[in-house]
């Protein structure tokens, strides 16, 4: 079992503890070494002329099988597409229904390097997996509050690494389940906490792999969890207030970001510090990734550009049902602030082992910032420039990437392209 990571490894705002496993040396401004994100395309699928097979419904879930077979889950067909390295059709797997290999939602996607897939499925709480040929092999009932946030294939065997649920999520799928007369479903992991799932087990048990830190908060000033009765859940301006107006958290408070590398170590970051941690199972850090990069501090401009763009985000929820309800808008508004900004804003590791890092660009909440590449060996490689390139959908062998692009009607495409040997 993973250890818990103590207060050694924990960075709260101004001080780093990383002292007892890295020297820390003293700040200095990073120098970026320039990559050159010019990638060959192998193919597309998509589009308005695409086949029908093709026809995706939205940029759904992805990932790439040991023979570069790519999978598609595409939500509102209810089925997963895979596309063989040529970019032709090779099966569909699954349909709507309620039988075996069928779906009502769903939401996740596994992929294994042998070929084989885990979907779960919000409405059903199941978790299906597939054999190599698309197959449907088994299903596990869920029975957890909400969703898992992260799934991701166990490189060791037929298993998952997942991330539980936020607070909020667990409550409404928990109300979901006294309104539909089942029992109320339980977690053993948070959002903040990572577990494994024996896929090849009767029961379905999530083992607590790693509990990462959490930014300490002021429990008295928290918001309490809102409760919901039954007839709530039938009021539409009730439910939509008490499941998209509850306001969790600090804005910039530092969430866990974390990726699997190919011998089943975890890479992870919990704090606003540039410090990606490598933990084997059994709980040893082997190694924590760092770059002389200081977090940003809080500044008054970006306190007011934040409670106004989450103002805008929250009022389009609630556009059809008149508006940003009042008390919504002053939770927003009274609404904490983390004091720094968190520098690890994405992270994935590549099929050899590598990980690419995603930095912030100009603003905490710009989708486009420069990215870190860390070859299998650790070692820094170089930075490719804020607006060049997004980190990929998914990793693949070979160096094959897939990206998703929507045309200005918003029609998807997935395109597939071929790293450089020095980023994989």
């Not at 720094?340 to 710009?366: F, H, K, M, N, Y």
Request: glycine share 10%; proline share 8%; charged share 25%.
């Amino acid at each position: 079992m993973f250890g818990r990571i103590g207060p050694s490894l924990r960075r709260t705002a101004g001080a780093t503890a990383l002292a007892c496993f890295v020297a820390v040396p003293p700040p200095t401004a990073a120098q970026d070494r320039p990559l050159t994100a010019d990638f060959p395309e192998v193919y597309r699928a998509g589009g308005l002329t695409a086949p029908d097979w093709a026809q995706f419904s939205g940029r759904g879930p992805v990932g790439f099988d040991g023979v570069g077979n790519l999978h598609v889950l595409d939500h509102s067909a209810a089925q997963v597409i895979v596309i063989d390295p040529r970019g032709e059709h090779l099966r569909s797997v699954g349909r709507s229904g309620e039988g075996p290999g069928e779906f009502e939602l769903p939401f996740q996607l596994a992929v294994w390097r042998d070929g084989r897939v885990a979907v779960s499925d919000i409405m059903r709480s199941t978790l299906q997996v597939f054999a190599p040929d698309g197959r449907f092999d088994r299903v596990l009932q869920t029975r957890t509050q909400g969703t898992l946030r992260e799934i991701r294939p166990d490189p060791q065997g037929v298993a998952l690494y997942v991330q539980g649920s936020s607070q909020t999520g667990s409550q409404t799928f928990s109300a979901i389940d006294e309104l539909l007369g089942q029992e109320p479903r339980r977690d053993s992991i948070d959002d903040f906490g990572i577990g494994r799932i024996d896929l090849t087990a009767g029961d379905f048990i999530i083992q607590p792999l790693l509990q990462a830190w959490r930014a300490p908060r002021d429990d008295a000033a928290e918001e309490p969890p809102e409760e919901l009765s039954l007839n709530d859940l039938l009021d539409d301006a009730k439910w939509r207030t008490a499941t998209f107006g509850r306001v969790e958290g600090r804005f910039f408070e530092p969430p866990l970001r974390w990726d699997v590398l190919p011998d089943g170590t975890i890479a992870y970051s919990d704090s606003s510090a540039y410090a990606v941690k490598l933990v084997r199972p059994g709980g040893q850090v082997v190694d924590v990734l760092r770059r002389p990069i200081e977090p940003e501090g809080l500044t008054r401009r970006l306190r007011s550009a934040a409670i106004e763009r989450e103002i805008d985000r929250r009022g389009s929820l609630f556009e059809d049902s008149g508006g940003l309800p009042d008390e919504v808008r002053k939770r927003i508004e009274d609404r904490e602030f983390y004091p720094e900004i968190q520098i690890v804003r994405q992270l994935s590791a590549t099929w050899e082992g590598g990980l690419w890092i995603r930095r912030p660009g100009e603003d905490p909440w710009d989708t486009q910032g420069p990215i870190d590449v860390f070859d299998p060996d650790r070692q820094y490689v170089g930075t490719f420039a804020a607006g060049t390139v997004g980190i990929p959908a998914a990793f693949g062998p070979d160096g094959l990437v897939a990206y998703w692009e929507v045309d200005e009607l918003d029609v998807p495409t997935i395109v597939v392209k071929r790293l450089p040997a020095e980023v994989r």
